[in-house]
């Protein structure tokens, strides 16, 4: 079974990035980070994209207020970090609590800096297929992830396991796009076993530890594993049982050291496409 690790995605698009970035004049491109509050998943997250955006020569900037913030403030404050020009993207730690209204934020957030397709007016392009619209780059990273490995999807059976707006759903319309034949499976799906037993490429994106084993793959699928799950032992699994998949799939991916990596690298390529559209932007007014 081939291992697909995503360093080597992250290192592509690596190259790529340094390539977008030499190309412009002025000071690298600005990530804000917001985040509502100190959950340890957030601070976590926000480390390694900070790490990982400015090993990229990219410059970030966070914002954190307090996990008790009104509505109210929030949105002022955030409103200041939209206008920014300095700001060419922003990353929103989710899910926010529950006094902010996350649904008044997405709307409010500039589409063209919403690096992790938050915004309706995004998830409107990621639908429809058009490639100025940014998908949330867990989604984008599987489909790096593929063609990093050399996959493609024309044609081919991919069923996706989880149906939320961060992965499952922006997923399917990825795959849709480069003409894969999509099943989208959830909680209330009926022998979720027989429907994965399908696939020719088997996402799963559940956020449950070890749910999957091998009587759910097809012999010589593909299994790309999406959950970061931390399981009795307090250690960091997939969805998916790794160990139960040599013999049995053609390629799968790690947790960690897969899909999440690659995350990180999609967000910093969208950053450099914000700041390139704006600069553009500028010239043409
Ligand atoms: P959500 O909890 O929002 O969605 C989970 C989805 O999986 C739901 O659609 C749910 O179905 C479905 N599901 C849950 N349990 C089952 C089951 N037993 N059988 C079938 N379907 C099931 O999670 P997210 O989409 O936000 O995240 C999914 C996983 O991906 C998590 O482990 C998360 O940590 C990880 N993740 C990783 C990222 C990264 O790599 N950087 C980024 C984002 C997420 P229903 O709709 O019916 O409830």
């Known amino acids: 079974m081939e291992i697909l690790k995503g360093a080597a995605s992250s290192a592509r698009i690596k190259e790529e990035a340094a390539s977008?970035?030499?190309?412009?004049?002025?000071?690298?491109?600005?990530?804000?980070?917001?985040?509502?509050g100190e959950r340890p998943d957030d601070l976590s997250y926000e480390r390694g994209?900070?790490?990982?955006?400015?090993?990229?020569?990219?410059?970030?900037?966070?914002?954190?207020?307090?996990?008790?913030?009104?509505?109210?403030?929030?949105?002022?404050?955030?409103?200041?970090?939209?206008?920014?020009?300095?700001?060419?993207?922003i990353l929103l730690l989710c899910p926010l609590p529950k006094q902010i209204d996350q649904k008044v934020v997405a709307a409010a957030i500039d589409p063209l800096k919403d690096?992790?397709?938050?915004?309706?007016?995004?998830a409107a392009k990621v639908f429809a297929g058009d490639p100025e619209g940014f998908a949330p780059c867990t989604a984008e990273a599987v489909m790096e992830v593929l063609k990093t490995a050399g996959i493609g999807v024309r044609g081919k059976r991919?069923?996706?396991?989880?149906?939320?707006?961060?992965?499952?759903?922006?997923?399917?319309?990825?795959?849709?796009k480069e003409d894969a034949t999509v099943t989208i499976c959830h909680t209330k799906t009926?022998?979720?076993?027989?429907?994965?037993?399908?696939?020719?490429?088997?996402?799963?994106?559940?956020?449950?530890?070890?749910?999957?084993?091998?009587?759910?793959?097809?012999?010589?699928?593909v299994v790309i594993d999406v959950g970061i799950n931390v399981d009795e032992n307090?250690?960091?699994?997939?969805?998916?049982?790794f160990q139960s998949l040599e013999?049995?799939?053609?390629a799968a991916t790690p947790v960690p050291g897969g899909v999440?990596?690659?995350?990180?690298?999609?967000?910093?390529?969208?950053?450099?496409?914000?700041a390139a559209r704006a600069k553009a932007a500028v010239k043409k007014a």
């Open 49 to 89: 994209a900070t790490k990982k955006l400015e090993s990229f020569g990219l410059r970030v900037q966070s914002f954190a207020y307090p996990a008790d913030i009104s509505h109210e403030e929030f949105m002022d404050a955030f409103a200041k970090i939209n206008r920014d020009e300095d700001v060419a993207g």
């Open 115 to 122: 690096l992790d397709g938050i915004s309706p007016v995004n």
């Open 158 to 176: 991919v069923v996706i396991v989880g149906r939320s707006m961060v992965v499952g759903r922006p997923l399917s319309m990825l795959m849709l």
């Open 234 to 241: 307090g250690a960091l699994c997939g969805d998916v049982d």
């Open 190 to 221: 009926a022998d979720l076993r027989a429907v994965c037993k399908e696939a020719d490429i088997l996402a799963a994106a559940a956020g449950k530890a070890r749910m999957l084993d091998e009587s759910y793959i097809r012999d010589g699928a």
């Open 20 to 36: 977008l970035l030499a190309a412009m004049e002025g000071p690298a491109p600005k990530l804000a980070i917001v985040r509502v």
């Open 260 to 274: 999440g990596t690659v995350t990180t690298a999609v967000l910093a390529r969208h950053l450099l496409l914000a």
């Open 247 to 250: 013999g049995k799939a053609a």
